[in-house]
C-alpha cells in the first residue's frame, strides 16, 4: 500500500468542500481491499463513515435510504422487507455477513468490477490504467459480460444490490459543491464504450447521501434471483430483479433488470412492454428474456450465459408474479 493522506470529515459540508482529489472511506470493503493491491493509489483517503447518514425510513411513498446504512440494516429493515422484497433478497444474496455488516449503501453503488485481471497489475486493463489495452479480451472470460461491452473492456457490474434498485426504478441522492441532485440508477453507472476508467456519472467531489426508492404494488412483488458458482460469497453469473403485477390473469405492469451479465445493470425497456396485458405464463416471460437479450455478445468463455440469463429472468418474473413458490 503506498503512503497517502487521511482525513476525516466532521460533517456533509466538510466532506464536499475537501472531497475534490480525494477517495471517500466509508464501510472500506472495497476502497481498502484495492489499495492494499495497489490498483487505487490515492493521495487523499476522506472518511465519511461517521456522518450522520445512516437513517432507514419510509417517507413520502418512498424508502428513503441513508448513504451510509449498512447492507445488513437495509436487507433486514421490516419495512424494505414489506415493501421492496426483491432489494433485500438482493443484498442478502451478496458477499458474507460480516461483508455485509460493515459494506455501506453508498459503497456497494460505486463497487469497483471484479474482473481478475482489473485486480492484476502483471496484465492491461483500461479501466485500471486507461488506454493500456485489454487482457480480458483474449483471456479467461467466464466471470464477463456479455451486454454493454466494447472492444475496450468486458468487465461485468459486480452488485446484486444495484440490480435490484434499478428494477425498482430507484435514485440517487447526491450533495456537491454545485448542490443537491437526484440521479435516477440506471443512469449512475456508465457504459465502458471508449473509456472504462469513467465508470460513474458523479461529478468531482460530488458525495452519495441517500437513495430513494419509490414504493408502489411493483416493488412489494419484487424478487430477486442470483445464479452463481457457489450457494454463497460469490458473484452472480446471472441474476435477475423483477416486478410484476398481475391482475385476472394477466400482466398490468412489469419491470425486471438482470445482473452478472451487464457491463452496469440491465434492463431493456421493449422486453418490459411485451409483456404487458399478455397472460402471466412462462410463454410471455421467456419472449420478455429473449428479448433482453437480444444484444448480447458473449465470447469463448461466456456463451452460456446467454441461456443462462434467459431463464434466471424467467425464473424471476414467475416468482414475482406468483406463478413459482
Ligand atoms: Fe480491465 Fe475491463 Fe479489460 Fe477487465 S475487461 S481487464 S476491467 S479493461
Same mark, same amino acid.
Given at each position: 500500500m503506498r503512503l497517502f493522506t487521511f482525513q476525516r470529515a466532521a460533517s456533509v459540508d466538510e466532506a464536499i468542500a475537501s472531497g475534490a482529489g480525494a477517495a471517500f472511506l466509508a464501510g472500506g470493503t472495497n476502497l481498502v481491499d484495492l489499495m492494499k493491491i495497489e490498483v487505487l493509489n490515492p493521495e487523499r483517503v476522506l472518511d465519511v463513515s461517521r456522518l450522520d447518514l445512516a437513517k432507514i425510513e419510509l417517507r413520502e411513498g418512498a424508502l428513503q435510504i441513508g448513504a451510509l446504512a449498512s447492507n445488513t440494516a437495509v436487507a433486514e429493515h421490516g419495512d424494505v422487507r414489506r415493501a421492496a422484497p426483491g432489494l433485500s433478497e438482493a443484498l442478502l444474496s451478496g458477499a458474507s455477513p460480516q461483508l455485509r455488516n460493515a459494506a455501506t449503501v453508498g459503497g456497494n453503488l460505486l463497487q469497483r468490477t471484479r474482473c481478475a485481471y482489473y485486480r492484476d497489475l502483471g496484465t492491461r486493463c483500461n479501466k485500471r490504467e486507461a488506454g493500456s489495452g485489454c487482457d480480458a479480451l483474449d483471456g479467461w472470460t467466464?466471470? &464477463?459480460?456479455?451486454?454493454?461491452?466494447?472492444?475496450?473492456?468486458?468487465?461485468? &457490474?459486480?452488485?446484486?444490490?444495484? +440490480?435490484?434498485?434499478?428494477? =425498482?426504478?430507484?435514485?440517487? !441522492?447526491?450533495?456537491?459543491?454545485?448542490?443537491?441532485?437526484?440521479?435516477?440508477?440506471?443512469?449512475? &453507472?456508465?457504459?465502458?464504450?471508449? &473509456?472504462?476508467?469513467?465508470?460513474?456519472?458523479?461529478?468531482?467531489?460530488? =458525495?452519495?447521501?441517500?437513495?430513494? +426508492?419509490?414504493?408502489?404494488?411493483?416493488?412489494? !412483488?419484487?424478487?430477486?434471483?442470483? +445464479?452463481?458458482?457457489?450457494?454463497?460469497?460469490?458473484?452472480?453469473?446471472?441474476?435477475?430483479?423483477?416486478?410484476?403485477?398481475?391482475?385476472?390473469?394477466?400482466?398490468?405492469?412489469? !419491470?425486471?433488470? =438482470?445482473?452478472?451479465?451487464?457491463?452496469?445493470?440491465? !434492463?431493456?425497456?421493449?422486453?418490459?412492454?411485451?409483456?404487458?396485458?399478455?397472460?402471466?405464463?412462462?410463454e410471455t416471460f421467456a419472449r420478455a428474456a429473449e428479448i433482453a437479450l437480444r444484444g448480447a455478445t458473449p465470447r469463448r468463455d461466456n456463451a452460456f450465459k446467454v441461456e443462462l440469463a434467459k431463464r434466471t429472468a424467467v425464473r424471476g418474473l414467475m416468482l414475482s408474479a406468483g406463478a413459482l413458490s
Open positions: 467466464r466471470m &464477463h459480460a456479455i451486454l454493454g461491452v466494447s472492444d475496450k473492456c468486458i468487465a461485468a &457490474h459486480p452488485s446484486d444490490m444495484c +440490480v435490484a434498485l434499478y428494477a =425498482l426504478d430507484a435514485t440517487v !441522492r447526491v450533495r456537491g459543491p454545485a448542490g443537491e441532485r437526484e440521479i435516477p440508477i440506471g443512469e449512475l &453507472h456508465l457504459l465502458p464504450g471508449d &473509456h472504462p476508467e469513467r465508470e460513474f456519472s458523479l461529478q468531482p467531489a460530488e =458525495l452519495i447521501t441517500g437513495v430513494r +426508492v419509490p414504493i408502489d404494488a411493483l416493488a412489494a !412483488r419484487s424478487r430477486y434471483v442470483k +445464479v452463481r458458482d457457489r450457494q454463497s460469497y460469490a458473484f452472480a453469473l446471472a441474476s435477475c430483479a423483477a416486478a410484476v403485477q398481475v391482475e385476472g390473469g394477466a400482466v398490468q405492469a412489469a !419491470r425486471f433488470a =438482470l445482473g452478472g451479465v451487464g457491463t452496469k445493470p440491465w !434492463r431493456v425497456p421493449e422486453a418490459e412492454r411485451s409483456m404487458q396485458g399478455r397472460p402471466a405464463t412462462r
